[in-house]
């Protein structure tokens, strides 16, 4: 995700130093601001000479704003997140064997276990599958070091987002190369491709998030009322705070409308591929179904990679390089965010319960697919049903913070004990064949439970990030808030592969150790406290800004 700042002696004109402190505007004796930047108390004429060098401040228009929401149409995760992963475990499925004979001897069945030999050992498919997924979010993690700062300098952001979303999309075309349970090891380097870009792709895309609504005409007529001295600060961080959660809860319930037509065109195809009338057919549909899926990302991409505002960023700081910035810029985050609590609280919660969430996403979907048998279509309807109570879901917990002014933590309470009920769900399978992800009728209910109850995570989560951070830097937390996020997200299914094999091969038992942690990490959150986080942050700007001034 797009970086801001290196450190305070690089203080400039970049795009996540909008003026959206307060506080800092508030202690300007120009009462009207035409430019973007951090406002600091210099001298009148220090002051004029560098306005001259601001450039001046974008708005955020009708038709960005809706190629925003219509690139996540596109990169709903239909191909390297749902069919992507399914085609992999199915390839593997069709491969392995029954541990019960002598290796290759007996094909797996329902009802058995599913092994094959992978790094070293032999393995259950599905602890395969998590230990492959731990592998990719390790890889992603890296890289995001690498390249995550990548897009604060010059215009980069929008050129890497392009580059992931076109090897993403490329990616679900060659699919179509892999139809064959003899080539499921291929299958193992697109599946990571496909996670890694995919991921790459929505981090670069939602690190326009921040810039884009605090640019939107309504956010920035609210901030010249508080000049104006007709409204308050703390009236404006509402009003921006319920901007936030707007658009992005608006992004996920268009994407979520659009994905119900995708979907609904897919079943077409499976019906016209007869994937239900043979195992072969079946497989050619999943192959079918990602090239499909990345074929509508591509469309959907395109308004949004040309009407996007390129917004100014940095210029490298002197002695460093595009192959150390990253790093450095990391470390600085991480040395920044100790001098916030609040922040660093709220770090520690979203690197927990993001394990939790991602992981436990992973488990289920493992075990949903062995139960439905690797059947497009049942997988296909299971995903319409998904996909409609989500956008209900979203949209629903935005119109009741709407209506009652419910603020981002609390509604962030109440969707994670949802989640830790999940947990408890799959919990009660790890004895019993009665309960816990073991039927049909259970995924159908996990999912209508996932889409209304645990999808606004991927919403509140994310505001939630805006809410703890200095505006001014912004886009710096955001980067280590999706570099701590992919750290976390290698560590559970890594975990949760070794407690699978360690236990037997019981699929459900990873779920004890998701709860444990759930439940931990929800300390974290109760303990952060947003008020205070917002004096934390408009202490930490004035402090930069007086460090700037003094150079």
């Known amino acids: 995700m797009a970086m801001s700042t290196l450190n305070s002696e690089q203080l400039g004109t970049s795009e996540s130093e909008h003026p959206d402190s307060l506080q800092a505007e508030l202690r300007t004796n120009d009462s009207e601001i035409n430019f973007s930047g951090p406002v600091v108390n210099k001298p009148q004429a220090a002051a004029e000479s560098e306005s001259k060098d601001m450039v001046p401040v974008l708005s955020t228009s009708r038709k960005e704003l809706w190629a925003f929401y219509l690139y996540y149409v596109g990169n709903n995760g239909l191909s390297g997140f749902n069919f992507g992963p399914s085609q992999f475990q199915n390839l593997l499925y069709l491969a392995g064997y029954d541990p019960v004979y002598p290796p290759y001897s007996?094909?797996?069945?329902?009802?058995?276990?599913?092994?094959?030999?992978?790094?070293?050992?032999?393995?259950?498919?599905?602890?395969?599958?998590?230990?492959?997924?731990?592998?990719?979010?390790a890889i992603q993690a890296v890289l995001l070091l690498?390249?995550?700062?990548?897009?604060?300098?010059?215009?980069?952001?929008?050129?890497?987002?392009?580059?992931?979303?076109?090897?993403?999309?490329?990616?679900?075309?060659?699919?179509?190369?892999?139809?064959?349970p003899s080539k499921w090891q291929a299958g193992v380097v697109l599946y990571i491709l496909?996670?890694?870009?995919?991921?790459?792709?929505?981090?670069?895309?939602?690190?326009?998030?921040?810039?884009?609504?605090?640019?939107?005409?309504?956010?920035?007529?609210?901030?010249?009322?508080v000049q104006k001295g007709t409204k308050s600060a703390d009236e404006h961080a509402a009003f921006e705070s319920l901007s936030r959660n707007k658009v992005s809860n608006i992004s996920f319930t268009v994407s979520s409308v659009g994905e119900v037509f995708i979907l609904i065109i897919m079943v077409g195809i499976i019906e016209g591929m007869k994937a239900g009338d043979s195992t072969e057919n079946n497989t050619k549909a999943f192959s079918a179904?990602?090239?499909?899926?990345?074929?509508v990302w591509l469309a959907c991409a395109l308004p949004w990679f040309i009407l996007e505002k390129r917004r100014p960023g940095l210029v490298l700081p002197p002695g460093s390089s595009l192959l150390t910035i990253g790093f450095r810029q990391t470390y600085v985050a991480i040395k920044e965010c100790m001098r916030l609590k609040q922040t660093f609280l709220y770090l520690i919660f979203y690197f927990l319960m993001?394990?939790?969430?991602?992981?436990?996403?992973?488990?289920?979907?493992?075990?949903?697919?062995?139960?439905?048998?690797?059947?497009?279509?049942?997988?296909?309807?299971?995903?319409?049903?998904?996909?409609?109570?989500?956008?209900?879901?979203?949209?629903?917990?935005?119109?009741?913070q709407q209506k009652?002014?419910?603020?981002?933590?609390?509604?962030?309470?109440?969707?994670?004990?949802?989640?830790?009920?999940?947990?408890?769900?799959?919990?009660?399978?790890?004895?019993?064949?009665?309960?816990?992800?073991?039927?049909v009728w259970e995924i159908w209910l996990y999912q209508v439970y996932y889409g209304l109850m645990v999808c606004p995570w991927y919403a509140y989560s994310q505001t939630m990030i805006s809410e703890v951070s200095p505006l001014p830097r912004m886009f710096l937390f955001f980067a280590l808030f999706s570099v701590v996020?992919?750290?976390s997200a290698f560590i559970g299914p890594l975990v949760s592969s070794a407690i699978i094999t360690a236990s037997g091969n019981n699929n459900n038992m990873p779920f004890a150790f998701l709860f444990g942690l759930g439940m931990f990490s929800t300390i974290f959150l109760w303990m952060v406290d947003v008020k205070k986080s917002r004096e934390e942050c408009e202490e930490f700007v004035m402090v930069e800004a007086q460090n700037a001034s003094r150079e």
């Open 404 to 439: 009652y002014k419910i603020s981002t933590k609390k509604m962030l309470c109440f969707n994670v004990f949802w989640i830790l009920i999940l947990t408890v769900w799959g919990l009660i399978g790890v004895h019993t064949n009665k309960f816990g992800f073991k039927h």
């Open 485 to 487: 996020g992919k750290t």
């Open 289 to 295: 179904l990602i090239a499909f899926s990345g074929a």
């Open 354 to 400: 993001g394990d939790v969430l991602n992981t436990t996403v992973t488990v289920v979907s493992t075990l949903q697919n062995s139960i439905v048998t690797y059947s497009t279509l049942e997988l296909t309807l299971l995903l319409i049903v998904g996909i409609v109570t989500q956008g209900m879901g979203i949209y629903g917990f935005w119109l009741v």
């Open 146 to 180: 690498a390249i995550g700062a990548w897009a604060d300098y010059g215009q980069w952001r929008p050129n890497i987002a392009i580059i992931f979303t076109l090897v993403a999309v490329a990616v679900s075309f060659a699919w179509l190369g892999v139809e064959d």
């Open 106 to 137: 007996a094909p797996c069945g329902s009802g058995t276990d599913c092994v094959l030999p992978y790094l070293g050992r032999i393995r259950d498919i599905n602890s395969i599958v998590l230990l492959t997924n731990g592998i990719s979010f």
């Open 194 to 225: 496909g996670l890694i870009t995919y991921q790459g792709a929505l981090t670069f895309w939602t690190a326009a998030f921040p810039g884009l609504t605090r640019d939107l005409p309504e956010v920035q007529e609210s901030a010249k009322d």
